[in-house]
């Protein structure tokens, strides 16, 4: 969003619109089936599903409160989002000495070349 000239909190409520709605979305999935762990009669397994599905929760109101308001509050990093060509030289860097480890794995390539590019 920053990439198309959009202010740093319009940017923020963007982000939170469209990814927001799927961390609440599988947030609370991931809880309900953690939830779900109270059925068995067994007091370990009871303890781990509401642990877990407590945790989830947690992190949830996190993702869609707290990173959103630092995000607001951080300093504008321009070299974070703008075509920059040494950040663009090392991340292709990187990327190449990745791949370089993990030829072996094409999926895993592939997932490289994704998130780099």
Known sequence: ERLSGQSKMSAVIISVQTAGKTVFLSGIILAMSFFSLLVINTALVQQVG?????????????????????????????????????????????????????????WCVACVRTCMS
């Open 50 to 106: 509401a642990s877990c599905g407590i945790l989830i929760l947690i992190c949830m109101a996190v993702n869609m409160s707290l990173i959103p308001a630092l995000l607001i509050l951080m300093p504008d990093l321009k070299c974070c989002y703008k075509k920059n060509g040494f950040v663009s030289r090392i991340r292709l860097k990187i990327a190449t000495t990745v791949i370089s480890w993990i030829a072996g794995w094409p």
